[in-house]
């Protein structure tokens, strides 16, 4: 229903994406990332947010789909996401970030740009996965990606490695 991009599906979506049974709620959350229909990007923050403490899969499955939406129409609540991460433990939210990062990576995201170099440059950040969706990231966006931003004349080893693995690519 989402790939049809019909905003009178959205209803039908937002039913399944508050079923009880978990497969159907996955499906449902990340169908409303993939549809973008006005509103999703509320449901989606309440479930990432309900995943602070303790990773679920339905954070994880919420921040790629709040990853996906338009950047007009979550830019804010990304961007609160975005430095919620740098401000957490990275090894606890680690997967609801990259989710949220690899959801960004579908789309350019212009508005992101500085919280996603900015993540980037942290020293905290020492996952090479989550380093290579960054540059993944900002690569789609226009003048995202700088010699600043990847720190390749630094001694920031993991985005130094992690342009190394894109360019093997």
Same mark, same amino acid.
């Not at 989402?2 to 449902?28: C, F, M, N, V």
């Not at 990259?98 to 990576?105: D, E, M, R």
């Not at 900002?138 to 130094?160: E, W």
């Given at each position: 229903l989402a790939t049809q991009s019909l905003p009178k599906h959205h209803l039908q979506i937002l039913i399944t994406a508050k079923d009880p049974a978990p497969e159907?709620?996955?499906? @449902? =959350?990340?169908?409303?990332?993939i549809l973008g229909a006005p509103g999703s990007e509320?449901? #989606?923050r309440e479930q990432v947010e309900a995943?602070?403490?303790?990773?679920?899969?339905?954070?994880?499955?919420a921040a790629f789909a709040l990853g996906c939406l338009p950047d007009q129409q979550a830019a804010a609540i990304v961007s609160d996401q975005l430095a919620?991460?740098?401000?957490?433990?990275?090894?606890?939210?680690?997967?609801v970030g990259l989710a949220l990062v690899? @959801? =960004?990576?579908?789309?350019?995201?212009?508005?992101?740009?500085?919280?996603?170099?900015? #993540?980037l440059a942290a020293k905290s950040v020492r996952d090479v996965d989550l380093c290579i969706a960054l540059l993944l990231a900002l690569a789609r966006i226009p003048n995202g990606?700088?010699?600043k931003?990847?720190?390749l004349n630094?001694?920031?080893?993991?985005?130094?490695y992690a342009v190394f693995c894109l360019k093997k690519k």
């Amino acid at each position: 229903l989402a790939t049809q991009s019909l905003p009178k599906h959205h209803l039908q979506i937002l039913i399944t994406a508050k079923d009880p049974a978990p497969e159907a709620r996955l499906r @449902g =959350l990340l169908a409303l990332g993939i549809l973008g229909a006005p509103g999703s990007e509320h449901l #989606l923050r309440e479930q990432v947010e309900a995943s602070s403490t303790r990773p679920q899969p339905e954070g994880v499955v919420a921040a790629f789909a709040l990853g996906c939406l338009p950047d007009q129409q979550a830019a804010a609540i990304v961007s609160d996401q975005l430095a919620r991460f740098l401000s957490a433990s990275s090894k606890r939210q680690h997967d609801v970030g990259l989710a949220l990062v690899l @959801g =960004l990576t579908t789309h350019p995201a212009p508005s992101q740009r500085l919280a996603l170099q900015s #993540l980037l440059a942290a020293k905290s950040v020492r996952d090479v996965d989550l380093c290579i969706a960054l540059l993944l990231a900002l690569a789609r966006i226009p003048n995202g990606l700088d010699r600043k931003s990847t720190r390749l004349n630094s001694s920031h080893l993991v985005i130094s490695y992690a342009v190394f693995c894109l360019k093997k690519k």
